[in-house]
């Protein structure tokens, strides 16, 4: 079946260190996204790409990157800069108009 | 910009209830609206997705509604029972396809 799958399911990040979270779908969709959600807020939008090789900022884009060098993958680094990684992060991804599918999310504490 | 809001913010109700969750919308030009749920700790599962020119969908127990004009798409739960406990989150694609998302509704069905 196709679908997005996100990993790991949890990590743990000691302060000061970068780490990177995967994102891969199966299901040709040109457009990816990630997001981010706190306890009691909405989800806010990090990064998302639309095509390969190109990728824009959201509204929360510091101290993340990322990168789309094959249709099937958009890993996000949370880098040593984002002060308050804590958090979970949800991908999802779309085709035209065709809705948007979602990751069962990577669970982000900082130790 | 496209902003969307989510009324009530939490509901509470005896199981066996119909529940009707509203979902508002500031800009009529769409193209789609789609409903998710989310469990605690998960990601978000798609339960409906409406095209713009549709006027509802229907799967099992859950219906949703659509009206461009008055900026406004219901979702309506008959027999509600302890199972559909969860968040409910509407999402339209704003500007470049990306998807804007209401604060959800927080149900709990009681027995």
């Known amino acids: 079946d196709g679908g997005i799958t996100q990993s790991p399911k949890y990590l743990f990040r000691k302060e000061g260190q970068n780490v990177t979270l995967s994102c891969e779908q199966n299901l040709n969709h040109d457009a990816m996204y990630w997001y981010r959600q706190d306890p009691g807020q909405g989800l806010r939008l990090i990064y998302y790409s639309q095509i390969v090789n190109d990728f824009q900022k959201g509204d929360i884009a510091e101290g993340y990157s990322v990168s789309r060098e094959k249709k099937e993958s958009f890993p996000l680094t949370v880098t040593s800069a984002q002060k308050n990684p804590t958090a979970f992060y949800l991908c999802?991804?779309?085709?035209?108009?065709?809705?948007?599918?979602f990751g069962s999310g990577t669970r982000l504490t900082v130790v | 910009k496209q902003e969307v809001t989510q009324i009530p913010a939490a509901l509470s109700v005896p199981e066996g209830e119909n529940l009707v969750l509203n979902c508002s919308f500031t800009d009529s030009a769409i193209y789609n609206l789609q409903w998710f749920r989310q469990d605690p700790g998960k990601g978000l599962t798609s339960l409906l997705l409406i095209q713009s020119s549709q006027r509802e969908q229907t799967s099992g127990r859950l219906n949703a509604s659509l009206d461009k004009s008055s900026g406004r798409s219901t979702l309506y739960i008959a027999a509600s029972q302890p199972g559909d406990s969860a968040t409910y989150l509407c999402?339209?694609?704003?500007?470049?396809?990306?998807?804007?998302f209401g604060r959800g509704t927080s149900l709990i069905v009681h027995p």
């Open positions: 999802a991804s779309s085709k035209g108009h065709g809705g948007y599918t």
């Open positions: 999402a339209l694609p704003g500007g470049s396809y990306i998807p804007t």
